[in-house]
T-cell receptor
Framework: DSGVTQTPKHLITATGQRVTLRCSPRSGDLSVYWYQQSLDQGLQFLIHYYNGEERAKGNILERFSAQQFPDLHSELNLSSLELGDSALYFC???????????FGPGTRLTVL | SQELEQSPQSLIVQEGKNLTINCTSSKTLYGLYWYKQKYGEGLIFLMMLQKGGEEKSHEKITAKLDEKKQQSSLHITASQPSHAGIYLCGAFTGGGADGLTFGKGTHLIIQP
């Protein structure tokens, strides 16, 4: 158990819908990263938040957004969902940037 | 952008045998991370290597970083069924607070 929690574990929804994925980092970790893992693209970095502020963006679509709240938990919002958005979404946390990143169990999103 | 190439893509090894997985970067490495993943589950942090020539061991797994070759190797001694899974290397591209870039992974199967 990495200490990072993600909810929900599974999510099934339809195209065009909007969903919110939630992540609670390890106690004391200020950085939260979001990643998407799919069979064709592999594991890709989406976005990084540090202590409530956005620090870096990776291959994140404009339909996707995230935020980190004062209690340091983070949410990833996915809107206007398409079939291709079906994937495993992971969050990871670390004390600071460039430290070890510890991954949560992931949320499996299925868009029908 | 940085690319990480892992070899081999898959590996079937008899229990008790040694094996090596390689990860080669197309750019300068600013830190190299090794993770293990069971199919559909979260990533388990194994080791982080930051300096050229650095070598770390944990139980029967040893990882080395060759800065000149921009390459890291992961060596498992006397493999066990518990070593089966997908091994992923990840690295920072450097210069910012962005997330990790990952290789495609090496699927390791241990035959009894």
């Amino acid at each position: 158990d990495s200490g990072v929690t993600q909810t929900p574990k599974h999510l099934i929804t339809a195209t065009g819908q909007r969903v919110t994925l939630r992540c609670s980092p390890r106690s004391g970790d200020l950085s939260v990263y979001w990643y998407q893992q799919s069979l064709d693209q592999g594991l890709q970095f989406l976005i990084h938040y540090y202590n409530g502020e956005e620090r870096a963006k990776g291959n994140i679509l404009e339909r996707f957004s995230a935020q980190q709240f004062p209690d340091l938990h983070s949410e990833l919002n996915l809107s206007s969902l398409e079939l291709g958005d079906s994937a495993l979404y992971f969050c990871a946390s670390s004390v600071l940037a460039y430290n070890e990143q510890f991954f949560g169990p992931g949320t499996r999103l299925t868009v029908l | 952008s940085q690319e990480l190439e892992q070899s081999p893509q898959s590996l079937i090894v008899q229990e008790g045998k040694n094996l090596t997985i390689n990860c080669t970067s197309s750019k300068t490495l600013y830190g190299l991370y090794w993770y293990k993943q069971k199919y559909g589950e979260g990533l388990i942090f194994l080791m982080m290597l930051q300096k050229g020539g650095e070598e770390k061991s944990h139980e029967k797994i040893t990882a080395k970083l060759d800065e000149k070759k921009q390459q890291s190797s992961l060596h498992i001694t006397a493999s066990q069924p518990s070593h089966a899974g997908i091994y992923l290397c990840g690295a920072f591209t450097g210069g910012g607070a962005d997330g990790l870039t990952f290789g495609k992974g090496t699927h390791l199967i241990i035959q009894p």
